[in-house]
């Protein structure tokens, strides 16, 4: 008997463009991959300008809690 479990997966390809703080150096960028790394979200860039975000199963994000946007 074999058991086969499915967990939905879902990508998000997530543009933060290259940014004027020298090259690939966006602080957009370098925000949202810290947050991601934070999360344990598997993430990989595509190229200078976007990331992309791999999602599966069901999760709660710490980020979700937050009453401010600087935290």
């Given at each position: 008997?074999?058991?086969i479990f499915?967990?939905?997966?879902?990508?998000?390809?997530?543009?933060?463009?290259?940014?004027?703080?020298g090259m690939g150096k966006s602080?957009?960028?370098q925000s949202v991959t810290k947050l991601l790394e934070k999360e344990g979200i598997q993430?990989?860039?595509?190229n200078r300008g976007t990331i992309l975000i791999k999602l599966d199963g069901y999760r709660e994000f710490?980020?979700?809690e937050s009453n401010s946007d600087t935290e």
């Open positions: 008997m074999r058991l499915l967990i939905r997966c879902v990508f998000y390809l997530v543009i933060t463009g290259c940014g004027t703080h602080k957009l960028k993430c990989r860039e595509e710490s980020f979700l």
